[in-house]
């Protein structure tokens, strides 16, 4: 059995997750990672169901107790802030929509917490995420990452970034399992969190709405700018392109006679561009910044099945290789692809790779 790296939220599933790892024999050590940095114009602004809240990490301690488990929390604040939060800020300033659920995975739980993971002598990091990973033989085959059992819980589209490495390095006992036996073994493990509600939006921002905590954390990025149509017709004015994203309907300040939508940031003019509901599809996206989870990217054209979001259903496509990144045609036309959003492909249940949607 090996040494394991446990990243606990205080969360029912990284519970959960520690205590199967640990009734299968292995030696787990529990951490909490310390991810919210320290601002100082800002000092109310902390989730208490966030990783980092003392409650969060008082949960995560008392299961390390009820495990008989050592447990340590961990000082991830200045890479998080490096690598998502100030990610999360330059995306929408240059007219993108971020998802910093992806590079807290890539660059926080399963590459620096990697690295901590080795100084403490473990072979692995495990988290409470719902996907499967199948490992392969050294040296023939290779790692390949599944969705989950539960469709209603899968998160493989989070975890697209995911390399032969990292999964070689990974633990995800819960891609076995439904959210509601992963409460019910909770109960009968007598784990304080069994019945502790989710956290369902992103965990560094403390409003209703993202654009306060832009506002509020990095005011500089926003200037005000024209609100115009595809016909470049001045019909309002907006605060700043960082707070609005391809899609969005609500709180234009427009007055039309049909519903617009955000069909497009133009950020060389600083324009916010609407149109009706119809300007919204599109038919050919390109990726970039693309991860291929076997192998090379397919040069010649192959099928496959997208999602361009985490709840979205998936769409057959068309992929090929175009210069450095992916070129994805899809079968019908789709609504509101999102430049900077995640575009994952799959083959039945299993992640092909997946990239970053630029155009």
């Given at each position: 059995m090996a040494r394991v790296i446990v990243g606990m939220s205080g969360g029912v599933d990284s519970s959960v997750t520690a205590a199967l790892l640990k009734r299968a024999g292995h030696d787990v050590i529990g951490v909490t990672l310390n991810v919210w940095p320290d601002l100082p114009n800002m000092p109310e602004m902390r989730r208490e169901d966030a990783c980092c809240a003392l409650g969060a990490v008082e949960d995560a301690r008392r299961v390390a107790d009820a495990?008989?488990?050592?447990?340590?929390?961990?000082?991830?604040?200045?890479?998080?802030?490096?690598?998502?939060?100030?990610?999360?800020?330059?995306?929408?300033?240059?007219?993108?929509?971020?998802n910093p659920c992806i590079r807290c995975n890539q660059f926080i739980k399963f590459d620096a917490l990697l690295v901590k993971a080795r100084q403490l002598?473990?072979?692995?990091?495990?988290?409470?995420?719902?996907?499967?990973?199948?490992?392969?033989?050294?040296?023939?085959?290779?790692?390949?990452?599944?969705?989950?059992?539960?469709?209603?819980?899968?998160?493989?589209?989070v975890l697209y970034v995911m390399t032969q490495e990292r999964l070689g390095a990974a633990m995800m006992p819960l891609g076995d399992y439904a959210k509601t036996e992963t409460r019910r073994l909770a109960a009968e493990l007598g784990l304080g969190v069994a019945d502790k509600p989710e956290s369902q939006d992103i965990c560094f921002v403390p409003f209703k709405r993202y654009t306060e905590f832009i506002e509020r954390y990095a005011p500089e990025v926003l200037q005000p700018g024209p609100?115009?149509?595809?016909?470049?017709?001045?019909?309002?004015?907006?605060?700043?392109?960082?707070?609005?994203t391809v899609g969005q309907r609500r709180g234009l300040g427009v007055a039309a006679g049909q519903p617009l939508f955000v069909t497009e940031l133009d950020v060389v003019n600083n324009a916010v561009v609407v149109g009706g509901p119809e300007e919204l599809l599109r038919s050919t996206c390109a990726l970039e910044d693309v991860n291929w989870i076997v192998g090379e990217a397919p040069v010649e054209p192959l099928r496959a099945m997208a999602k361009a979001r985490y709840r979205a259903a998936e769409v057959a496509c068309t992929v090929w290789r175009d210069g450095h990144g992916l070129r994805v045609e899809f079968e019908l036309p789709q609504r509101a692809i999102t430049p900077g959003q995640a575009l994952v492909l799959y083959d039945g249940e299993y992640v092909l790779g997946g990239g970053t949607i630029s155009r």
């Open positions: 495990l008989d488990i050592p447990y340590y929390v961990l000082n991830f604040k200045e890479a998080f802030e490096d690598r998502v939060i100030k990610d999360f800020v330059s995306t929408y300033a240059s007219g993108r929509t971020p002598g473990a072979a692995f990091v495990a988290t409470g995420h719902y996907a499967r990973i199948e490992h392969g033989t050294q040296g023939s085959e290779p790692n390949r990452l599944r969705k989950a059992a539960d469709p209603t819980k899968d998160q493989s589209y609100i115009v149509d595809r016909d470049g017709t001045v019909l309002g004015e907006h605060r700043g392109i960082a707070l609005h």
